[in-house]
């Protein structure tokens, strides 16, 4: 996770220490980060749930949670991360798993790396029309 993101664990931390405190014996000690109000495992589709109702209320276009994660993993490719960091912080056991998920972006990353070396290359016009382009 990003500095800004960890940043807030604290404050999370003394909330849940409060919730805990309050909770009592009740409380189900799971040692995890994000948990119900009684400690117990937070069932991820409730966490999907309550993200698709925000989304709805926010306006924004349909999503799901999952697809944060192909985002997240689009965006560190795009922004140059190294397939094997980005395959470990998807959790993939092997890097060709990250890249055929994700063969869209890394070709159009490929494209781009295409385009940005050829600006370099000086070259006269060609004396015919490119495909697709008429004369």
Known sequence: MDLDTTSVLPHHEKLQKAERLRSGP???????????EDGTWLHPGKVSDLFGRLVEE???????LHDLRHLAAALALVAGIDPK???EML???DTAI????????LDDIAR?????VM?????????????????
């Open 58 to 64: 926010a306006g924004l276009p349909p999503v799901r």
């Open 119 to 135: 600006k370099l290359v000086p070259r006269r016009r060609a004396a015919y029309p490119r495909p697709g382009v008429m004369a």
């Open 112 to 116: 781009e790396a295409a385009e940005a």
């Open 98 to 105: 990250t890249r055929d998920l994700h063969r869209t972006v």
């Open 85 to 87: 960091v980005v395959s």
């Open 91 to 93: 959790g993939h056991i």
């Open 26 to 36: 009740g409380w189900a000690d799971t040692g995890r980060m994000f948990v119900e």
